[in-house]
Every structure is written in C-alpha cells, then in structure tokens.
C-alpha cells in the first residue's frame, strides 16, 4: 500500500494544477466534445504503459500494475471533484491446466479442444451418448414459465437427453442456450461428463469456453467443429463406443479492485451506470464503473 500511495503522488502531480482554482461549469455535449483531445489520450496511454512496466509489460487483473492502473485512474477522477469513487474487491482464480484431453475407445484422440473454465476436474470413462436440441428445450420450456423440476419439464428434458443418461459421457452441441445451462442440465440428467461441440467451423469462433461455478456441474471440455463432427458420427454408427475426458488444472487466488465512481451532484435514486475494461488483457477483465446521477 505504502508503494502505491507514492506511485499514486508520482502519476497524478502533473495533473495537480488542473485541479485547482474555482469550480467548472456544468459539462455540456459540446464541450465534452471539444476536451476530447488526442494528445491527452495519448499522454494518458503512455502512463498506463509505463505502469504496466510494473508486470513485465502486462496490465492483468490481479497483478501488481493493474491495481496501480486502478490507483491512478481513481486519483484522475478525485482530481475532479465530481465524483465519490470507491474500491470494490474482486478475488479470481489464476487458473493453470495442467491436464486436459478427450479420446474415444476406436481410439482416437482428439487434438483440437479447448478448457471450459470453472468446469470440475476430474477423468472420466464412460459410454458417449450425442443429446438431441443442442441440450437446450428444456431451457426453452423454463423460458416459457414451464417449472424446471414439473412432469411438462422432465418431458423437455428427456427430449433433450434420450435414453438412460445415468453414468453416460454426453456430448452436447454448441448453441441456442449457454454452456451453464447444458452442463448442468446434463448433471441433472445423470451425465459423469459433457464434451461440448462447436457449431462454428471459424478457428476464430473457438476458444475456452466458461460456465456458473454456482451449479451442479461435471467434468467438461470444449471440442472443435471438426473433431465434434467426426466424434458424432462415429457414435451413431458405433454402438457402445467409450469415451475419455481428462481435466485437470491449478488454481491460486488473485485480487484485483473495481474502480466505482458516482457523479456527486443528480438523483442518486435515478443512475445510470457505465462501464469499461481497465485491464489490458483477456486474463481477467475488472471493470472501471462511472455511476452517472441524473
């Protein structure tokens, strides 16, 4: 904290004068419009830059530079006057895999598949079964006020998962509801384990995958299109066919800090909340919050 509190008096004195003398006027479009300019953009980029020397150039949630790029932002906007700011702790897992694969009894192993974080570890064999819908009428049943849990739902979700689910491998294919709704409808069901298929051939489209640590869940990993396509097939003409998902990772907590300034003059009954990534990077987006009273 004491580091912080020094590179915070270092950032912000150059702006120090800014902030003196009597109170500005009312903003209007106009004149936000005309503040607007690139030099100060830039100015402000290059001190992120420089603070992200803090971690070897990376601004990640939870590392050292991304809560002194936090500092600083909060120090710009106290400059103002106009805002209350608060720091909000947001703790994260550092999630490291360890182990992850997907392997059918014909044998094949499948190559191109991602993680699907929050996902439970765990290495599971069992007998593939392919879930009709991509998983999701019975998601559609509860977004047409059917109880999840009623007879009308359980019909939903038979039809989702055919046959005896129970210990079964489930391969569900990507779309029309999230992947926290397959997953845990596919626990529900009696899954051990999902293989999530992408629906999109577009290597850009593929990527790690997340679902609600919140639920019921099971061991899960996310295939791509080609490999989802050909690991269907085989199982409608292959009776029985087995297959073997391995998850396995490392996790360390990290804490990071939401930035939440609220405009000190409007009706704080009547906000209006705004948002944006301070982070520099996809490892774990926190977000600097602008809570507008009108």
């Known amino acids: 904290m004491k580091f912080l509190s020094l590179l915070l008096a270092c950032l912000v004195a150059v702006d120090s004068a800014a902030a003196q003398g009597p109170p500005k006027p009312?903003?209007?479009a106009s004149a936000l419009q005309s503040d607007i300019i690139g030099s100060k953009l830039h100015t402000h980029a290059q001190r992120l830059?420089?603070?992200s020397l803090l971690s070897s150039g990376k601004r990640s949630h939870g590392t050292l530079?991304?809560?002194a790029s936090v500092v600083y932002v909060k120090a710009l906007l106290d400059l103002t006057g106009f805002y209350d700011t608060q720091l909000q702790p947001v703790v994260s897992k550092d999630i490291s895999f360890t182990g992850l694969a997907l392997s059918d009894s014909s044998p094949t192993t499948y190559t191109d598949i991602a993680p699907i974080f929050s996902s439970p570890a765990g290495l599971v064999t069992a007998t593939l079964l392919v879930a009709d819908n991509a998983g999701c009428a019975s998601v559609s049943a509860q977004a047409s006020s059917i109880a999840l849990g009623s007879t009308e739902s359980d019909i939903y979700l038979q039809a989702d998962f055919p046959g005896s689910s129970t210990g079964k491998l489930l391969v569900v294919r990507r779309g029309s509801c999230t992947f926290s709704q397959k997953v845990s409808l596919a626990a529900a069901a009696g899954a051990v384990g999902v293989v999530i298929a992408n629906n999109d051939p577009d290597p850009s489209h593929f990527f790690a995958g997340i679902v609600d640590p919140t639920l019921s869940l099971v061991p899960t990993v996310f295939v791509?299109?080609?490999g989802g396509d050909a690991?269907?097939?085989k199982i409608g003409i292959t009776p029985g066919l087995t297959g073997t998902i391995n998850v396995q990772f490392t996790g360390t907590d990290k804490v990071g800090y939401n930035l939440i300034a609220t405009t000190r003059t409007g009706n704080r009954d009547h906000i209006v909340q705004l948002g944006a990534h301070?982070?520099?990077t996809t490892a774990g987006p926190v977000?600097?919050?602008l809570s507008l009273s009108l």
């Open 65 to 67: 530079a991304y809560n």
């Open 49 to 51: 830059q420089h603070i």
């Open 287 to 289: 977000s600097l919050t």
């Open 26 to 28: 009312p903003l209007t």
């Open 231 to 233: 690991l269907i097939t």
């Open 224 to 226: 791509h299109k080609t």
């Open 278 to 280: 301070l982070d520099s």
